[in-house]
Structure formats: C-alpha cells, structure tokens
C-alpha cells in the first residue's frame, strides 16, 4: 500500500504487481483450468499463510485502485513456480526443489503438481504488462503450459540433463505413505499438504492472446534451472 499511494502520488501512470498464482489456485476446488477471474478462498480453513498472504495483497491493490488510488492503472502478473537460469547463488524454494533433485536427496516424489515457467518469460510479461495499452486492469497467468508432476519434472530433467541428472529419481510415493511420515519429518510435513494427490491445471491464454506472449516450455525452464546450478557449482555433496 506504501508502493501503491507513492505512485498514485507521483502521477505514476500504471502500476505492475507481481501476485502469484498463490492468489488464484488455492482454498478450493475446480474441475477446469484456473483462469484470470479466479480467486483463492483467503477463509479456507486449511490454507497456508503463503496464499493466504498472497490474496489479501493482491486483493487490496486491486481496492486501493477502485478507490483512494482512482486513476492509477494496474496490472498483475499470477506467476506459477517460477524456473530457469539463476543470477548467482541466492535461491527461491522453486529451486532449492531442483537442487535437491539433482543431489539426489529426494529417493521418492511426493503426488504433487504444479505450473512452470521460465524466470525470463515472466520478466518479459511484467514489459508487456508495462507497455501495452490493452492490459490496463487486468491479471494474467504466467505458466509456460499444463501443470507438471513432480515425476515429470524429474523425468524432464533426466532426458534434458543426461548424466548430470542420474541422481534424479523418477519414484511416486503413496499419499498415505507421506501422510504417515509427516508424523516423524519436517520434510514430510511440507509435502503432506491440502494439495497432495489433487490435480489442477491452469491457462496462459489470455497472456498470449493479448500480449502476444509465447513462453518457453517447461522442459526448457527446468533444464536451464539445473545447467545454472550446475555452472555455479551449487550442486554437490557437502552442500
């Protein structure tokens, strides 16, 4: 909100906030893709303080402009887990979960899901969000295609990384079985959420459609993720 009555006092014409598709996906059920007009239920009583947080923000700048901030312009990039070429060795948790991958430290994989996308195609959609008249008061999705499992991550990172990969294991765990050992291990835990074994999908179409935006595929995020750990010596046993 600090941001956002700066700008508005500034005369800024438009502002660019990057939600998350945290802000879209999460707290309830849906049969189809998550789309744009979507919003996660901030009162479900199981949900993380992540989303949650993600939602009251994006909700009150969407507030902020329908009001006090009249004649500011806002658009919102819902990025989804956001891969690719790192600058140095600061890490987000995205990852963190391919280094642990590739050090092998994930015998078996937890029935998860979710979207990629590359960290250079979402810096290009914040640009075109900036720049293009036609996304004035709009939020788009940034996610380079169908959700992934996390078996097809790891499989994508075996056929894209070759022997750098073998580390890599392509091993589903039964639900049950991480449910039980979140009883004994933080790791568990942290897999062992509402999102276990649910499937869910979501559409950057709009994002094409009006911006013209083409992201890479996922394969080619994931890849570029391991090759950058690998290049900055992030990967390996003692770390």
Known sequence: MRVLRAAHAAGVERVVLTSSFAAIGYGKRLTRPYAETDW??????DLAAYPKSKTLAERAAWKFVDGEGRGLELTVVNPVGIFGPLLGPDMSA???????????????????????????????????????????????????????TMQQIAQALKDRLGPAADK???????????RLAA??????RQAATPE???????????????????PRPA???????????IRFGLVGAGR
Do not use: C, Q, Y
């Open 40 to 45: 996660t239920d901030a009162s479900a009583p």
């Open 94 to 148: 995205s990852i963190l979960l391919i280094r642990s991958m590739l050090e092998g430290k994930l015998p078996a994989l937890p029935r998860l899901i979710f979207g990629v996308v590359d960290v250079r195609d979402v810096a290009e959609l914040h640009l075109r969000a900036m720049t293009d008249p036609a996304a004035a008061g709009e939020r788009f999705i940034a996610t380079a295609g169908d959700f992934l």
């Open 168 to 178: 890599v294991s392509t091993r589903v765990l039964p639900d049950w079985l991480v």
């Open 183 to 188: 009883r004994f291990s933080a790791t568990a």
């Open 196 to 214: 276990l074994g649910r499937t869910k999908n979501a559409s950057s179409a709009k994002a094409r459609a009006m911006l013209g935006w083409e």
């Open 219 to 229: 394969a080619e995020a994931l890849a570029a993720t391991g090759e950058s750990l």
